[in-house]
């Protein structure tokens, strides 16, 4: 049906800088929301990091506002998030998600995940 592939991670210094890409693919129409949710070894849930509506309306963690931005292409059914001043504490695994997602040919699931990428903020 509808897979979403993440990429862009790895190991950065802090002040670093990464940009993290999702694509998502399928016969899709429309999503209707694209964000990035992030986990913590010690961290038992997914933890929202910043999401965008289809029409430009933008959610922000506030650990990430002023150094994190959001940004879609919906022609590509993509979503991207541009990480600047990383730190430690941004270590995690990141995943993309997408939420009330329209098939070309109806189906019941309109939500899925992406199987995530690594992101390490280290010296």
């Known amino acids: 049906q509808v897979q979403l592939v993440e990429s862009g991670g790895g190991l950065v210094q802090p002040g670093g800088s990464l940009r993290l890409s999702c694509v998502a693919s399928g016969m899709i129409a429309s999503i209707r929301t694209m964000g990035w949710y992030r986990q913590t070894p010690g961290n038992r849930r997914r933890e929202l990091v910043a999401d965008m509506l289809n029409y430009g309306d933008a959610n922000y963690a506030s650990s990430v506002k002023g150094r994190f931005t959001i940004s879609r292409d919906n022609s590509k059914n993509a979503v991207y998030l541009q990480m600047d001043n990383l730190k430690p504490e941004d270590t995690a695994v990141y995943y993309c998600?997408?939420?009330?997602?329209?098939?070309?040919?109806?189906?019941?699931?309109?939500?899925?995940w992406g199987r995530g990428t690594q992101v390490t903020v280290s010296s």
């Open positions: 998600s997408a939420d009330g997602v329209d098939l070309v040919v109806p189906t019941a699931n309109h939500d899925f």
